[in-house]
């Protein structure tokens, strides 16, 4: 085991080379003294916010998105107060560059964009010493950020080059939730990848071989659950962008067993269950009363359905006539019980056929979104199918005819994958739709009004969580949790106040909306058990102490 009290220790060019005690030129003239830095720093001594100044100058002379990122994680790994620092000064510009759309391309290209090692990579050659590999991290370590890469955004099997997600969502769990960067982990666990263009390329960083699954994939994650638990007994365990199969029964496994969640189904699920409640609210309407269609049954599509059944259901209805009023579709169309090649998962979701009898279509084929949008006559679209135009424009002027406002939730990431623009949406409803994208879009001008486009993204769910949990020291996360998180998002919707504001907090308030819904999950988890009681002034208390705030020692 490493020894983690002489870290602090470091001296000379250890400790400069250090991102996580490396002030640069901002050391003082007693800590050059003191740590053995003096020539090996300029004489000029800089304030943090001089630091943040001069690269921010370098940051915008980068002529491309992919170099901003390279830059930005650069300056992460050489010193991570001022990275966060940055960031936090021009959260709107870098999110993002560190997040999505541009992780998503620093992904793709990780083995060509590749400077430095960050977090843990768990190559499947490694399975037997997967415990000694944790035991050489020098920190104590509360929240770790693990992905398999098959699924990472929209853009399918990326490998090894998934480790980009964890190192971006854990860079939102410091700039968002102000969890400080020494506690935080990101791991990669490398089986493989079925991607052929990663296999082929010389270049490829990660563990030359196709996917490992069934059996072993599942002893491999055992073997990683068990050597987390033995090495960091009380931490966080979120799982990202893990194809929706491993995801759905990861969870199902592991959830009674440690402090864990899958952002992809329950993040998600209450970032889009808040959005919803905050832009039916705004239009004066009730959930209870919408038609929604989910197009995309994967991690996020059901974990969204879940949600937003159990709120109809917490408003009063029952749970059959709230599973009624969802379409879910699948690649293979509407989900309903004639189909017999529904797993356990989806079959809660399927329409019954009895349901569908007036529809205008032939039952006996593949029921599509067409279809069912011009028959059901939904209030809500929303869609997580990782497909860009999959919201045609037939389907979204059918929508436009049926409902006054009605509500396009084009939730893909990145960018490009999106299932529609917030401009076509806009042209194609005459200035209708309410918007939410899962990557940033620009504001739009229709009909000489100004809409901006929020992002429904789990961003606004995922660090509050971490800092709930640990401020609060909750032992397990509780599907009350994300109710909670939902909630207090959706109290803090500038659309609730102005109809035509936008449905979500903008970014420059993201900490002041964090520590709002972190707040109200840890009160949450006190109230289920899975934390101690305290008083609410306690509470708060610890919240804030959890939320670190970039600034040097
Ligand atoms: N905004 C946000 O916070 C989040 C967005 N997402 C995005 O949602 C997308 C899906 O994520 P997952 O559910 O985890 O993926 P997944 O791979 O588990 O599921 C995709 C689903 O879409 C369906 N599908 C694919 N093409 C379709 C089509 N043309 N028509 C109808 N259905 C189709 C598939 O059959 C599958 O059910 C990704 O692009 C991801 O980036 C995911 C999580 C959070
Ligand atoms: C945002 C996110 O978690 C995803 O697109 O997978
Ligand atoms: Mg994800």
């Known amino acids: 085991m490493p020894d983690r009290t002489a870290l602090h220790e470091k001296r000379g060019i250890d400790r400069i080379e250090d ?8 050391f003082t003239e007693a800590e050059r003294r003191k740590w053995g830095l003096l020539g090996l720093l300029p004489p000029h001594i800089d304030t ?5 100044e001069r690269a921010y100058d370098a940051f915008s002379v980068k002529d491309s998105l992919l170099e901003k990122h390279i830059f930005l994680r650069q300056l992460q790994d050489e010193n991570e107060t001022l990275f966060y620092r940055l960031l936090l000064d021009h959260v709107e510009e870098m999110m993002p560059i560190v997040y999505t759309p541009v992780v998503g391309q620093a992904c793709q290209e990780f083995s060509h964009i590749y400077r430095r090692p960050r977090g843990i990579f768990l190559a499947y050659p490694h399975r037997d ?3 000694d590999i944790l035991a050489e991290v020098e920190r104590d370590i509360d929240v770790i950020v693990v992905t398999d890469g098959e699924r990472i955004l929209g853009l399918g099997d990326q490998g090894a080059g998934g480790m980009g997600i964890p190192i971006g ?4 769990y410091s ?3 102000g969890i400080h960067p020494t506690q935080t982990l990101p791991v990669l666990l490398d089986l493989g990848t079925n991607n052929k263009e990663r296999l082929e390329d010389p270049r490829y960083i990660g563990w030359r071989h196709e996917r490992i699954k069934g059996e072993e994939y599942d002893a491999f994650i055992d073997a990683f659950v068990t050597a987390v638990k033995k090495r960091f007994p009380d931490v966080l365990l979120q799982w990202e962008d893990f194809a929706s199969v491993d995801a759905e029964r990861i ?6 067993s440690l402090c864990t969640f899958n952002d992809d189904i329950q993040g998600t699920a209450a970032v889009t269950t808040g959005t919803i409640l905050a832009a039916i609210a705004a239009a004066g309407g009730k959930l209870e009363d919408q038609r929604i269609v989910m197009l995309g049954a994967g991690s996020a599509g059901i974990g969204i359905t879940d949600q937003l059944v159990a709120t109809m259901v917490r408003h009063g209805l029952g749970e059959a006539d709230a599973h009624a009023r969802f379409y879910v579709l699948d690649i293979d169309g509407l989900l309903h019980d004639g189909r017999t090649d529904l797993d356990e998962v989806h079959r809660p979701h399927a329409q019954s056929l009895k349901n569908l009898a007036g529809w205008d279509c032939d039952l006996t084929k593949p029921i599509g979104l067409a279809d069912v949008v011009r028959n059901a006559r939904p209030t809500v679209l929303v869609g997580v199918t990782g497909q860009a135009g999959a919201f045609t424009e037939e389907v979204v002027r059918e929508m436009a005819r049926n409902a006054d406002r009605p509500i396009f939730f084009p939730l893909s990431n990145p960018t490009s994958r999106a ?3 917030p401009t076509d949406l806009l042209n194609w409803t005459d200035g209708k739709a309410v918007i939410a994208t899962g990557s940033p879009f620009d504001p739009v001008v229709f009909g000489g009004k100004t809409h901006v486009i929020a992002q429904c993204n789990n961003s606004y769910i995922f660090p509050a969580m971490g800092t709930a949990i640990l401020a609060s020291g909750a032992r397990r996360v509780t599907d009350n949790m994300f109710m909670s998180a939902a909630e207090a998002l959706r109290d803090k919707s500038p659309a609730l106040k102005d109809v035509n504001d936008s449905l979500l907090p903008a970014l420059k308030d993201i900490r002041e909306v964090s520590r709002h819904i972190a707040l109200a999950v ?10 101690d009681p305290t008083t609410r002034e306690e509470l708060e208390r610890r919240v804030d102490e959890t939320m670190w705030t970039p600034e040097y020692d």
């Open 419 to 421: 299932e529609a623009t």
């Open 522 to 531: 840890a009160r949450q988890a006190q109230d289920d058990g899975v934390a």
């Open 175 to 177: 700039l968002c939730g």
């Open 129 to 131: 010493i997967l415990d």
């Open 19 to 26: 991102p996580l005690l490396n002030k640069d030129t901002a």
């Open 169 to 172: 969502k854990l860079s939102l």
């Open 251 to 256: 969870l199902a496994k592991y959830r009674n």
């Open 48 to 52: 943090l916010e001089e630091q943040a």
